[in-house]
């Protein structure tokens, strides 16, 4: 990791775009902070090991497994919110329920109200660099053709995953901070 580079927090990590994208930042030789749902930070540093094997990452210690949880207050982070904050300089949002089948209000408070949270932790970053958010080719519901990156449009949402994701868009994209979707 270069030595000005801040770590990187990732949500999501034990999913399967997070694996990836956690696989990829450990090849590059960052340093990532993973928030992983768990009751402890020894219970999400056992996932969190999991995951590196399962993606034959080595351990090289650059990756370290902090508890949260997207659908609390602050994370989940309680006091370390803010410590937490100050010592990352990247935050990469991949963690969402990819249900389908999840009642409405359920998925907005994981896909959408998460992302606020992560946004918000985000906002409290001193020296953030970006936020990237993870999103989804269903945030176009059932469109057909062409779906430019820069179309807020939408067709029909066939399920709850299609429109929470549409909806947790419209949030990263109407925040002041510097994101990538």
């Known amino acids: 990791m270069p030595v000005t580079e801040r770590p990187i ?11 990836a994208v956690l696989a990829r930042l450990l090849a590059g030789g960052h340093e990532v902070h993973c928030l992983i749902r768990a009751a402890d930070d020894a219970e999400a ?17 650059r990756a370290v497994a902090i508890a949260g949880d997207l659908t609390a207050p602050r994370l989940g982070l309680g006091d370390r919110h803010d410590e937490v904050a100050a010592r990352v300089g990247t935050v990469i949002h991949s963690a969402a329920s990819v249900s389908f089948d ?9 896909n959408v109200e998460g992302t606020k ?14 936020v ?8 176009a519901g059932d469109r057909r053709g062409t779906v430019y990156e820069d179309d807020r449009e939408s067709g029909t949402f066939r399920n709850s995953y299609e429109r929470s994701k549409h909806e947790a ?6 925040s002041d901070l510097p994101w990538t979707i």
């Open 132 to 139: 990237a958010y993870v999103s989804t080719a269903y945030v």
């Open 117 to 130: 949270r992560v946004l918000d932790f985000a906002a409290a970053v001193p020296q953030l660099r970006r």
């Open 169 to 174: 868009e419209a949030v990263v994209r109407g």
């Open 102 to 110: 999840l009642p409405i209000e359920e998925a907005r408070a994981i």
């Open 9 to 19: 927090l990732l949500t999501g990590a034990t999913g399967f775009v997070g694996m």
């Open 45 to 61: 540093d056992s996932r969190l090991r999991a995951v590196l094997q399962r993606v034959e990452a080595p351990s090289t210690g």
